[in-house]
């Protein structure tokens, strides 16, 4: 039998939410060498990653994805590059956008051009929030409909994408793009809905929803949103943007409601504030092109969901040491 070639990985970003669960899903594979770079913000937890101390395929870089002297000698060693290093929360993008177009469009650059230099593929993560805002029952999105984006932090992920396309136009770089939906699970910084939703509820406090309740999203559980990742990295085409979704559409309050039951809290704790600024109502993709390559979403989101906030309830210790991190009150 012919062994299975190395493939060596750099994924930025790896100490995050979603770039831990990439490294779990990489390390899976035997062949596979994983190196995570990572400045290691608020968000971001060396913690995450102590599963795989111990493996002698996985290797871990304190540095900044925007400085071309500590990027340029890693990916020059990878086989591929999984750029997942992102500022991600709108209401922080809301209240200042510096960090989010240093982080999302200059690191983006500075990873485009070491692998233009060195002739490496990279899968560019992105989000569904490029689009924009969805009508209220209307088709997905895919992924050719124009990008609308409405936050500080949606322009800039579409800004980098627009980067990887031209990278991919003009100087036949290998690049594919992933838009995904809001993927949930274990591990994810408790600034986030479902963290804060449960958290709340678990401590007795009250669950603050936005506006009426009535915002929709789509929820997916972090191992098929990682499925769906490599997938279009493994077997997506140079230049083309796929997006991950195919999970559960349901409002805001809803969703607030489902994890008071989990908990066992009362729903009148869920409590209205006033709205985000630009929030938009829904936004709804087509994840067919994804599936057409073979990838389906495998867990049920009342089973996921009920392992994400047991998981909360288990780690309490993880969320103080997070909140801590980022100068929040615990």
């Not at 469009?105 to 689009?131: N, Q």
């Not at 579409?158 to 838009?179: D, H, I, Q």
Request: with cysteine; proline share 5%.
């Amino acid at each position: 039998m012919t062994p299975i070639p190395e493939t060596h990985v750099l994924l930025t970003g790896g100490a995050g939410f979603i770039g831990s669960h990439l490294v779990d899903g990489l390390l899976a594979r035997p062949a596979t060498r994983v190196t995570v770079l990572d400045k290691l913000t608020y968000a971001g937890a060396r913690e995450n990653l102590a599963a795989h101390d111990e493996d002698p395929r996985f290797a871990f870089v304190h540095g900044d994805v925007a400085e071309s002297a500590v990027v340029m000698p890693l990916v020059a060693t990878a086989d591929h590059v999984i750029h997942a290093a992102a500022e991600t929360h709108v209401d922080r993008s809301i209240e200042g956008a510096a960090p989010f177009i240093a982080t999302n469009v200059t690191g983006t650059h500075v990873l485009l051009d070491a692998c233009r230099r060195t002739g490496t593929a990279m899968l560019m993560v992105s989000t569904d929030e490029v689009y924009g805002e969805n009508a209220p029952g209307g088709p997905g999105f895919v992924e050719g409909a124009p990008m609308r984006p409405r936050s500080p932090y949606a322009a800039s992920k579409a800004a980098a994408e627009l980067l990887c396309g031209a990278w991919f136009a003009t100087y036949g770089s290998v690049v594919t793009v992933v838009r995904g939906t809001n993927a949930f699970g274990p591990r994810q910084f408790p600034e986030k809905v479902i963290p804060v939703y449960t958290l709340a509820a678990l401590e007795g406090r009250e669950l603050p929803v936005y506006g009426r309740g009535e915002q929709r999203r789509e929820w997916l559980f972090v191992t098929d949103w990682v499925a769906g990742c490599l997938a279009a990295m493994e077997r997506g085409a140079p230049g083309a943007v796929y997006n991950i979704g195919a999970g559960r559409e349901l409002p805001n309050l809803e969703l607030a409601r489902r994890i008071c039951g989990l908990t066992g809290a009362d729903e009148a704790l869920v409590t209205f504030v006033a709205d985000r600024a630009g929030h938009d109502f829904r936004y709804g993709i087509d994840a067919s092109k994804l599936e057409a390559l073979g990838w389906s979403p495998r867990r049920s989101f009342e089973d996921a969901l009920a392992e994400t906030v047991a998981w909360y309830r288990d780690h309490r210790d993880w969320v103080r040491a997070r909140l801590a991190g980022a100068g929040t009150a615990g």
